[in-house]
C-alpha cells in the first residue's frame, strides 16, 4: 500500500507538470500536440516489452505480440505523424511569385 | 511483474526519458520550437526502449522482434501515407493503439500471476496490483473501442450522425457498472488460482461500453470526443504504470492525461457545453426528429456570381477567410492559399479566423492551412480576431457555419445558445461559400444567411475558390 502511495504522488505531482506545460501550447499546435502526445503515451511499449519479455503461457504470448505492435505503432506513428505537420507550419512564406 | 527489475541503471534511463519527455512538450509552446520539441521527445523514447531492452532481462525475443517489426511497418507507412485532411482519423486510430496496447499489457499481466500464482514481490494479486489491472484494462478496452468507432465515423465508413436508441443510457449504465462489478469480483478474489471468464466478461463489457458511448456523438463533438479519448488512454498507461511499479509509465501516462484532459475542456468551453451534455446530448440529432429545426424551412437569401465577389474582394482592403469542416472535405485549402496570394499581389490584407472548434479535432484547420503554405502568423485565434470585423471589408466563410451562427448570440432557445462565435455579420460584407442551403451540423438554420449584408455563393468550396482565383486575377 505504501508503495502505491509512493505511486501516486509521482502520479499527481506528474498531473500537475502536465497541465502547466500543456496550458502553454498555443491553438495552432493543438493537432500536433495531440499526435505527439499519441507518440508520447506510446511509452506503454515499455510496459509491453517487459510482458512479452517474459517466458509465457501460449495466450499471455499472443497478447503480448499484439501489446508490443499497437505500441511500437504508436511511437513510430506518432512521432513521424507529429515531424511531417510540424514541418509545415512556417512563420512566413518564404518567395512569394 | 516477473524480473522485478531494480537496476539503479534502468531507473535512471527512466527519469532521463521522463524529463525529455516534459522538455518535448515545453518545447511545443512555440511553432519556431515544436520540431525540435518533437524530436527531443522520440530521443525520449529511444532511451527509455534501449534501456528496457538491455536491462530488463527479456527472454523471448522472438515475441518482441515480431512485434517491433510489424508494428514499425506499419506506423511508418500510415503516418507518411495519410493525407493531412485525414489527420482526425489517424489521431483517433494511433489513440486506439495506444489504449488497446495498455489493455492488453494488464490482460497478460494478468494471465502471468495467474500461471505463477504470484509475482514476483512473493505475493499473489495484491489488492493494488490488482485494482491497477482491472482499471488499466478498462480503461484502455474503453478508450480503444471508443477510438475505433471515433475512426470509422470520422472516415465516414458509417455516419456522422449521432446514433441513438430507446434506453440507450440505461444500457450503457447497466453495462458499466457489470463491467466495475466484475473488476470487484476479481480484486477480492485476489488469491490464485482464479477463473479467468470473469476477467475477459469484464474486458468484453468494457470494449462494448467503448462502442456504446461514442455512437451517439455526432460529427461535429468530435473535437471533444477525440481530446477525452486520448486523456483515457493517458490514465490507461499511467494506471498500467502503476500495475507493473514503473515510474516512466506513470509519468508519460500523467502528461498525456493532462492534455486530454485540457484539451477537453478548452473544447467544450468553445462550445459552451458540458462535457455531460456533449456525451449525452446526442448533438445533431435536433434535425433527423424536429421538423421545426429542419434544413427544409425556407430562407431568404441572395446568391452571388462568382465575378462580383471576385471584384468586391479585390478593391478590399481587408479580407478574413473563415475556414470550417467543408474546406477540408472539398481539400480547398491550396486554392484557398492561391486566392490569397493573388489579393495579397494587389494589396489587400489576408487574415484567417480560426474557431477552437472548426473542423474534427483541436487545431485541424491549422494544419491544413500550414500544409497549404500558410504562414502561422496569419491565422488569428478567435478572442484575437473578433475586434476586427467590424473594420473588415469581406469575410469570405468557407464551409463553415455553425461557428458564424449570429443565433448563438441572442436566440436563447437556439442549441448552440451561448457557444461563442465569430462576428462574421459585423463585416462591411459576408460571402458564404455553401455547397446547397443544407443546415449546419447543429440542424438549425443560421439567420446570417438573410442579413443584408451577406451573400451566398452555391458550389463546391474547392471549384468555387478556383474560379474566384481567375476571376480576381482578370479583375
Known amino acids: 500500500m505504501q508503495h502505491l502511495l509512493a505511486e501516486l504522488t509521482v ?3 506528474a498531473v500537475f507538470v502536465g497541465f502547466e506545460v500543456i496550458s502553454k501550447v498555443p491553438t495552432t499546435l493543438h493537432t500536433p500536440l495531440m499526435s505527439a502526445t499519441n507518440a508520447i503515451h506510446g511509452i506503454v511499449l515499455v510496459g509491453a516489452l517487459l510482458v512479452a519479455g517474459a517466458a509465457f503461457p501460449p495466450l499471455g504470448a499472443v ?16 512521432f513521424a505523424v507529429t515531424e511531417r505537420m510540424l514541418q509545415m507550419f512556417k512563420p512566413r512564406t518564404t518567395v512569394k511569385k | 511483474m516477473t524480473q522485478a527489475v531494480t537496476s539503479v541503471w534502468l531507473d535512471l534511463a527512466y527519469l532521463i526519458t521522463g524529463i525529455l519527455f516534459i522538455l518535448g512538450l515545453r518545447y511545443l509552446s512555440s511553432p519556431a520550437t515544436a520540431r525540435m520539441g518533437n524530436r527531443i521527445a522520440a530521443v525520449g523514447m529511444l532511451i527509455g526502449l534501449l534501456a528496457t531492452l538491455l536491462g530488463s532481462g527479456i527472454v523471448s525475443w522472438w515475441i518482441v522482434a515480431l512485434g517491433v517489426v510489424l508494428g514499425t511497418l506499419v506506423g511508418l507507412f500510415s503516418a507518411l501515407r495519410v493525407k493531412m485532411t485525414a489527420m482526425p482519423q489517424m489521431v483517433a486510430l494511433f ?69 441513438t436508441y ?22 477480492t478474489l485476489h488469491g490464485s488460482p482464479e477463473p479467468l471468464w470473469p ?10 461500453l467503448g462502442v456504446l458511448f461514442v455512437l451517439p456523438i455526432g460529427g461535429a463533438d468530435m473535437p471533444v470526443i477525440i481530446s477525452l479519448l486520448n486523456s483515457f488512454t493517458g490514465l490507461a498507461v499511467a494506471l498500467t504504470g502503476l500495475a507493473l511499479s514503473n515510474n516512466v509509465l506513470i509519468i508519460s501516462g500523467a502528461l498525456v492525461g493532462a492534455s486530454g484532459t485540457l484539451l477537453t475542456i478548452l473544447m467544450g468551453r468553445a462550445m459552451n457545453r458540458s462535457l455531460a451534455n456533449v456525451l449525452f446530448g446526442a448533438f445533431g440529432a435536433v434535425s433527423a426528429t424536429s421538423p421545426a429545426a429542419g434544413s427544409g424551412a425556407a430562407q431568404n437569401v441572395r446568391s452571388a456570381t462568382v465575378d462580383d465577389v471576385a471584384t468586391m474582394l479585390a478593391y478590399a482592403g481587408q479580407v478574413i477567410v473563415v475556414p470550417g ?14 486566392l490569397a496570394d493573388e489579393l495579397e499581389k494587389r494589396g489587400v490584407t489576408v487574415k484567417y479566423a480560426i474557431h477552437p472548434v472548426a473542423g474534427r479535432m483541436p487545431g485541424h484547420m491549422n494544419v491544413l492551412l500550414a500544409e497549404a503554405n500558410v504562414p502561422y502568423p496569419a491565422l488569428y485565434d478567435m478572442d484575437d480576431i473578433n475586434p476586427e470585423f467590424p473594420q473588415t471589408d469581406v469575410a469570405l466563410v468557407i464551409g463553415a457555419n455553425d461557428v458564424t451562427n449570429p443565433a448563438a448570440r441572442n436566440v436563447a432557445s437556439s442549441p448552440i445558445y451561448g457557444m461563442p462565435i465569430l462576428d462574421v455579420d459585423k463585416a462591411s460584407n459576408v460571402v ?10 447543429a440542424g438549425i438554420n443560421n439567420p446570417l444567411y438573410e442579413m443584408p449584408n451577406c451573400q451566398l455563393l452555391f458550389g463546391d468550396a474547392k471549384a468555387s475558390v478556383d474560379d474566384l482565383v481567375a476571376a480576381v486575377k482578370a479583375a
Open chain 2, 432 to 441: 458564404v461559400l455553401k455547397r446547397s442551403m443544407r443546415s449546419g451540423f
Open chain 2, 325 to 338: 469542416y467543408g474546406m477540408a472535405v472539398a481539400q480547398a485549402q491550396h486554392s484557398v492559399k492561391r
Open chain 2, 95 to 163: 489513440n486506439g493503439a495506444g489504449g488497446g496496447a495498455a489493455a492488453l499489457v494488464s490482460t497478460a499481466d494478468f494471465l502471468f500471476v495467474m500461471e505463477n500464482g504470484g509475482t514476483a514481490r512473493g505475493i499473489a494479486l495484491s489488492y493494488d496490483q490488482g485494482v491497477t489491472i482491472v482499471l488499466s484494462a478498462i480503461i484502455g478496452s474503453v478508450s480503444f473501442a471508443g477510438s475505433i468507432i471515433a475512426f470509422l465515423k470520422l472516415q465516414e465508413v458509417m455516419t456522422g450522425r449521432p446514433i
Open chain 1, 11 to 13: 502520479f499527481i505531482l
Open chain 1, 63 to 78: 497478447f503480448s505480440i499484439v501489446a508490443v505492435m499497437l505500441a511500437t505503432i504508436n511511437v513510430v506513428g506518432g
Open chain 2, 166 to 187: 430507446v434506453g440507450q443510457q440505461v444500457v450503457n449504465a447497466v453495462i458499466a457498472l457489470s463491467a466495475v462489478a466484475l473488476a470487484a469480483f476479481i480484486v
Open chain 2, 199 to 208: 476477467f475477459f466478461t469484464m474486458l468484453a463489457a468494457a470494449l462494448a
